[in-house]
């Protein structure tokens, strides 16, 4: 008896443990209101355990070319919504390299090319969201 309950505990206990991305068509902010992107400040080299730590959400029409504070070159994986695409700048004031990320999960925002020899963990500095 003792080991069957285990078992069934042990998808719970792992639920809180490992991170995982939300689907694109499934992006809500906690009050259930559509989202435009949300962008998280971990990722992992396991996707089902990306999406890590503390996020930011952002809603369509959100333009900032200064990150909220403490947000500057923070960002390392997001999931941009069904219909949205979220431009981001690799520097402040919408400056520097600049990519645009169609609605769709990103584990890894290292495995982007930001420029030649970069890539886009930690190196987000400005970002502008619209949806269809
Ligand atoms: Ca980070």
Redesign the pocket.
């Known amino acids: 008896m003792k080991v069957v309950f285990s078992v069934l505990l042990l998808p719970l206990f792992f639920q809180g443990l490992l991170a995982q991305c939300p689907l694109s068509s499934e992006l809500v902010n906690d009050e259930g209101e559509k989202l435009c992107a949300r962008m ?4 992992d080299m396991y996707f089902d355990q990306s999406c890590k ?1 503390k996020y930011l959400d952002v809603k369509n029409g959100d333009d900032f070319p200064y990150m909220p504070l403490l947000w500057g ?5 997001l999931v941009v919504a069904s219909r949205c695409t979220l431009k981001v700048w690799s520097q402040a004031g919408k400056g520097g390299n600049n990519k645009s990320f169609n609605a769709g999960v990103y584990y890894q ?1 290292k495995d982007y090319a930001n420029g030649l020899f970069g890539n886009w ?2 190196a987000i500095s400005s970002y502008f969201c619209t949806c269809n």
């Open positions: 998280y400040e971990h990722s730590g070159n923070r960002i390392s994986s925002l963990n930690d």
